[in-house]
Every structure is written in C-alpha cells, then in structure tokens.
C-alpha cells in the first residue's frame, strides 16, 4: 500500500503546484495566500508519503483528497483533478491493502515451507 499511495501523493503534491501556478495568473486570490495554501498542501503530501502506514493516515489522505476537490471553488479545473486524484487514491489504498495481505500470505507460506526444509533430515536438505 505504501508504493501506491506515495506515488498517488507525489503526484498529487506536483498537480497542486502546477495549480498554484495556475490560480496565480486566472484568480484575483492573492498570490501570498494561493503558496500558502498550496505549500501547506504540498507538505502534507509529501509527509503523508512517510506515514502512511500508521494508523490514521488513510483518512487524512481523504480529508486531502477533499480539500483538492474543495479547491475547484477558486479553479473549475481543480473539480475534474480532484475527482481523478479521489479515484487514484481509492485505487491506491483499496489495492494496495490486497497487495499487502498477498505479500503477508506468501510470506507465511514461505515460512512454513523453511520450517518444513528445516525439519528434513540433514542427508535430505540440498548443499
């Protein structure tokens, strides 16, 4: 889970620069207050990447995805992304939770398989 959402989240952190880009030049917000926004977005994408893991996580994720569809107030255009990103995120954590449990479930049965070699008389293991 941890690859797929990074990588949703990275890309989302260089979307919401490219937006800020954009919203500086077509709104009458402020230029200050469009990098503060976007900087704190930014943040929280790239160090949500670190903890994505933990608990807790995945709904500050949503709560992101939120904010970028929210964001379409001040640029239409962030509707349609903030969509595609809510998508992407889905996907992320709904298939990457699959990914995770698969690695776990060959993990355990390469375990056992070891244990089982390791139980084989010594003549019977291979050098």
Same mark, same amino acid.
């Given at each position: $889970?941890?690859?797929?959402?990074?990588?949703?989240?990275? *890309?989302? +952190?260089?979307?919401? $620069? #490219?937006?800020?880009?954009? !919203?500086?030049? %077509?709104?009458?917000?402020?230029?200050?207050?469009?990098? +503060?926004?976007?900087?704190? &977005?930014?943040? /929280?994408?790239?160090?949500?990447?670190?903890?994505?893991?933990?608990? *807790?996580?995945?709904?500050?994720?949503?709560? %992101?995805?939120?904010?970028?569809? +929210?964001?379409?107030?001040? /640029?239409?255009?962030?509707? +349609? #992304?903030?969509?595609? #990103? *809510?998508?992407?995120?889905?996907?992320?954590?709904?298939?990457?939770?699959?990914?995770?449990? %698969?690695?776990?479930?060959?993990?355990?049965?390469?375990?056992?398989?070891?244990?089982?070699?390791?139980? !084989?008389?010594? !003549? &019977?293991?291979?050098?």
């Amino acid at each position: $889970m941890r690859t797929l959402c990074s990588s949703t989240l990275i *890309g989302e +952190a260089l979307l919401i $620069m #490219f937006a800020g880009l954009v !919203a500086m030049k %077509l709104t009458d917000v402020g230029t200050g207050t469009i990098w +503060a926004v976007s900087a704190v &977005a930014i943040a /929280l994408c790239v160090l949500l990447c670190g903890v994505i893991t933990r608990p *807790g996580a995945v709904y500050v994720g949503w709560a %992101l995805q939120l904010a970028v569809l +929210a964001s379409g107030l001040v /640029l239409p255009t962030m509707y +349609a #992304f903030g969509v595609v #990103f *809510g998508g992407l995120w889905w996907c992320s954590v709904h298939y990457g939770r699959k990914i995770d449990a %698969l690695k776990a479930q060959r993990a355990a049965a390469g375990a056992a398989a070891e244990a089982a070699a390791g139980a !084989a008389p010594a !003549a &019977a293991r291979p050098a």
